[in-house]
């Protein structure tokens, strides 16, 4: 391995054998496997060259269990300012998870405990989307707030959405008021193009760039 070969950021990790019942105790083998689209315009116009990560836990054994073979992987990352997190895709569901990376000696560092065989594919989470997953639908609340409307909008975070309005329903053109990438959930927006008006309907819909 030879930094800022494959990715500009990682520095190392560390490997632990958290069960400690097979390979003697000791680190068995893991797999760190990069990735790029293939077309690039799947990135969307704004972001090119995007990297994907996949990390596998190789330890194994005939005899055993995958919880047998349970290891740690810390892995540490020299991010530049403005970039915290990942983007993980969540094997259960399918859905992509924005996980905040805690500062560890001036590294951030992404721990996974993984059984044996399993494996994790992520991004970095600077903005673009993750390729190929399409978010779950939004939950829209509303409330007024100084004569225009707030809207709730409760998805997946690390998922992108547009928020859409229109006057009346069912509605052949709906005006798109902002596409979003959904950090946190619940996401704030302030409809600040109508004023005490009333009968405006909205709507949410996932994205999958």
Known sequence: ?????????????????????????????????????????????????EVYIMVVNGLTDPTGTA???????????????????????????GQVQTQP?????????LVLDLNGGDAVLFKFSDGAPFVGVTPIPARLDFQMQGGAPTISIRGAAGSRYQLEAAFSVPATNWTTLTNLLLLSSPYLFRDATVVNSSGRFYRATGTAD
């Open 67 to 93: 919880a047998d073979c349970l290891q740690e992987i810390k892995l540490n990352f020299a991010f530049p300012s403005g970039l915290t997190g990942v983007d993980m895709l969540d094997p259960g569901t």
């Open 101 to 109: 990376l805690p500062l560890v000696s001036a590294r951030r560092q």
């Open 1 to 49: 391995w030879v930094a800022n070969r494959n990715d500009p950021y990682l520095r190392g990790w560390v490997v632990t054998n958290r069960a400690g019942i097979k390979n003697a105790g000791q680190p068995g083998d893991v797999i760190i496997s990069w990735f790029k689209p293939l077309d690039e315009s799947f990135d969307e116009p704004d972001y090119t060259n």
